[in-house]
Every structure is written in structure tokens, then in C-alpha cells.
């Protein structure tokens, strides 16, 4: 069922539906995890600390949760399960590794998806941020990359982490003390995906070409990522909120000035001082050094350096 959606779409696609390509094609890159980052980014410094704290911690859950099922599943892709599917060609080479479920969907449930768990957020926005959930995803399937389950099942279980987000900092309002109860359970849950994932085999199929389909040690490599982005907001989330707790009860000049200021300093740590790391310290602990590293500048070391300099204009 789920190849003759695909073959259907993909047949629509080809003919009067080609006029729908370029936009769809814009739609899946709200879903990349770059632009996760900076988006997560711009609304923890600049619009809501409150929001963005939410927002960045459900978007590191559901990485962990992404990772755990694509490694536990290992479904392939649809190109590779039938033949007949003919991904449309710039997105299918980023189209890498196991397919379920779709990491875009569950990127733009906990992005975008996070105002639509939240009744304080007006309905006709909450509303909007749906649609967007929805077209991010439904690109994935439009697109010939991810079958119907793949979204679906990534949309639902990155809105559930959403809510469970939401409940979670709603509890801890409640109990400030417990913070650390939170940093722990993170923590396990983080090394024990890394430990999962390095340890357990994967199938090892391979093409006409003779090439393997999928490398489970690069699949256990993307895990890490998780790992290193979820360690690195625990650890700056704990010292964020015990020593700098900082405001964005600011003026529209302090919020630009963060954003251009720290939208600078990430694309350094991205462009220039990842790829040294990476250089220098190979594999999977290498992998989490980066991850760790612009995510810890994200949630802290920004915020720290801003808090100073704002310190500094008020003397």
C-alpha cells in the first residue's frame, strides 16, 4: 500500500503536479537540521527564553527518540525497497541512511509542532504551525523519500515528545530543585542510545554494484550526533539556569544585536571549528565533540558571553 502511494504521487508528480515541486522542495529545508539549530537558536536568545528552553528540549528528546527507532527498525528506503520509485533527484541525495521514521517530520513536529501541543498559543497560529508540520512532512512523501508511515509515524511521535516536554517543565515550574533528576535521566538515556547504537549489528545487504546499501557504523555515527546535541543542552541547560538566567525582556536593538552576534558565532563553530575537530579527532567520538560543541555554544556559552556584555553597557 504505502509503494502504490508513492507510485501515485510520483506519477502526479511527473505530469501536472511538477508545478508543485519547487515549493515542496523549499518546504522539506525547514526541516533540516541546520535550520532547526538556527531557528531554535534565534527564539531561545532573541524572543522567548521560556519557549525556546521548551522548544530545544523537545527537539533533543525526539533526536534521541529518531535515533533509537531508525536504528532499532532499519528500514530501507523506497527507491531501494521497489525499483519503480524515483526520487526526485537533489533530495534524494541527502536522502541518506534508514528511512523510518522520517527525521524531518519529527524535526518540524518539535520545531514547529511544539506551539500545536501548547493551549496558551491562539488557535489560528496553532493552526498554522500545523500546516507547516504537515507540509514539511508531506514533502518527504511528495518528494519520493519517506513512505506515508514514515511521516506519519514521525509526526505523531514528535508531537507526543512535545507533550510530554511541555508536562515535564510544567512539573519542574513546580519542583525548581528537580532540575538535576532531568539532567540524570537524560543523561543515562543519551549514553545508553550511544551504547545501543555502537554495540548492536545491522543488516548488511548490498546493491548490484556491490556496494553496501546502508553502513551501520555510519547510522551508530548519526546516533551520536544525538548524543553529543542532548548532553551538551543538559549540561548548559543545569548552568544556564543556576548562573546566568538570562532575559529576553528586551529591546528590538539588544535582540538584534544577539542575533547577529550569535548567528556569527554559530556559522564559526559550524563552518570553520567543526571541521578542524573533525580533522583532528576522527569517528564517533569526534562526531559528538561537534554536536556537543555548537549545541553547548547555543544554550550557554552565548548566553553567558551576552550576559556579560550586557553587564558591561549597564556600567
Same mark, same amino acid.
Given at each position: 500500500?504505502?509503494?502504490?502511494?508513492?507510485?501515485?504521487?510520483?506519477?502526479?508528480?511527473?505530469?501536472?503536479?511538477?508545478?508543485?515541486?519547487?515549493?515542496? &522542495?523549499?518546504?522539506?529545508?525547514?526541516?533540516?537540521?541546520?535550520?532547526?539549530?538556527?531557528?531554535?537558536?534565534?527564539?531561545?536568545?532573541?524572543? &522567548?527564553?521560556?519557549?525556546?528552553?521548551? !522548544?530545544?528540549?523537545?527537539?533533543?528528546?525526539?533526536?534521541?527518540? &529518531?535515533?533509537?527507532?531508525?536504528?532499532?527498525?532499519?528500514?530501507?528506503?523506497?527507491?531501494?525497497?521497489?525499483?519503480?520509485?524515483?526520487?526526485?533527484?537533489?533530495?534524494?541525495?541527502?536522502?541518506?541512511?534508514?528511512?523510518?521514521?522520517?527525521?524531518?517530520?519529527?524535526?518540524?513536529?518539535?520545531?514547529?509542532?511544539?506551539?500545536?501541543?501548547?493551549?496558551?498559543?491562539?488557535?489560528?497560529?496553532?493552526?498554522?504551525?500545523?500546516?507547516?508540520?504537515?507540509?514539511?512532512?508531506?514533502?518527504?512523501?511528495?518528494?519520493?523519500?519517506?513512505?506515508?508511515?514514515?511521516?506519519?509515524?514521525?509526526?505523531?511521535?514528535?508531537?507526543?515528545?512535545?507533550?510530554?516536554?511541555?508536562?515535564?517543565?510544567?512539573?519542574?515550574?513546580?519542583?525548581?530543585?528537580?532540575?538535576?533528576?532531568?539532567?540524570?535521566?537524560?543523561?543515562?538515556?543519551?549514553?545508553?542510545?550511544?551504547?545501543?547504537?555502537?554495540?548492536?549489528?545491522?543488516?548488511?545487504?548490498?546493491?548490484?554494484?556491490?556496494?553496501?546499501?546502508?553502513?551501520?557504523?555510519?547510522?551508530?555515527?548519526?546516533?551520536?550526533?544525538?548524543?553529543?546535541?542532548?548532553?551538551?543542552?543538559?549540561?548548559?541547560?543545569?548552568?544556564?539556569?543556576?548562573?546566568?538566567?538570562?532575559?529576553?525582556?528586551?529591546? !528590538?536593538?539588544?535582540?538584534?544585536?544577539?542575533?547577529?552576534?550569535?548567528?556569527?558565532?554559530?556559522?564559526?563553530?559550524?563552518?570553520?571549528?567543526?571541521?578542524?575537530?573533525?580533522?583532528?579527532?576522527?569517528?564517533?567520538?569526534?562526531?559528538?565533540?561537534?554536536?556537543?560543541?555548537?549545541?553547548?555554544?547555543?544554550?550557554?556559552?552565548?548566553?553567558?558571553?551576552?550576559?556579560?556584555?550586557?553587564?558591561?553597557?549597564?556600567?
Amino acid at each position: 500500500m504505502d509503494i502504490e502511494i508513492l507510485l501515485a504521487l510520483q506519477n502526479f508528480r511527473d505530469g501536472i503536479g511538477s508545478i508543485f515541486i519547487s515549493f515542496l &522542495n523549499k518546504m522539506t529545508f525547514f526541516g533540516e537540521m541546520n535550520t532547526a539549530l538556527v531557528v531554535l537558536a534565534i527564539v531561545y536568545w532573541c524572543v &522567548n527564553r521560556k519557549v525556546g528552553t521548551y !522548544l530545544l528540549m523537545g527537539w533533543n528528546g525526539n533526536r534521541l527518540v &529518531n535515533g533509537l527507532l531508525k536504528v532499532t527498525a532499519c528500514v530501507y528506503r523506497p527507491w531501494i525497497r521497489d525499483a519503480r520509485i524515483q526520487p526526485y533527484p537533489p533530495t534524494k541525495a541527502t536522502a541518506t541512511g534508514y528511512s523510518f521514521p522520517s527525521g524531518h517530520a519529527m524535526t518540524s513536529a518539535s520545531l514547529y509542532g511544539g506551539g500545536v501541543v501548547r493551549k496558551e498559543v491562539p488557535m489560528i497560529l496553532r493552526i498554522a504551525l500545523g500546516l507547516f508540520v504537515f507540509l514539511i512532512s508531506f514533502s518527504r512523501i511528495f518528494l519520493g523519500v519517506h513512505t506515508p508511515q514514515d511521516i506519519l509515524v514521525g509526526m505523531c511521535s514528535g508531537l507526543l515528545v512535545m507533550w510530554l516536554t511541555d508536562r515535564l517543565l510544567k512539573w519542574l515550574e513546580l519542583h525548581p530543585e528537580k532540575d538535576m533528576t532531568i539532567f540524570v535521566a537524560g543523561a543515562v538515556l543519551a549514553v545508553s542510545l550511544a551504547l545501543y547504537a555502537g554495540l548492536k549489528s545491522y543488516p548488511v545487504d548490498y546493491d548490484e554494484m556491490g556496494n553496501l546499501i546502508v553502513d551501520g557504523a555510519k547510522m551508530a555515527n548519526d546516533t551520536f550526533k544525538a548524543v553529543g546535541w542532548v548532553l551538551a543542552f543538559l549540561v548548559g541547560f543545569i548552568l544556564e539556569r543556576r548562573h546566568i538566567n538570562f532575559s529576553t525582556d528586551i529591546s !528590538l536593538n539588544q535582540r538584534l544585536t544577539r542575533l547577529v552576534i550569535g548567528l556569527l558565532g554559530f556559522y564559526a563553530i559550524n563552518l570553520v571549528l567543526e571541521p578542524l575537530l573533525k580533522a583532528w579527532i576522527s569517528g564517533p567520538v569526534g562526531t559528538t565533540i561537534c554536536c556537543f560543541t555548537e549545541m553547548f555554544y547555543i544554550v550557554y556559552l552565548f548566553p553567558l558571553l551576552f550576559r556579560y556584555l550586557d553587564r558591561k553597557a549597564t556600567v
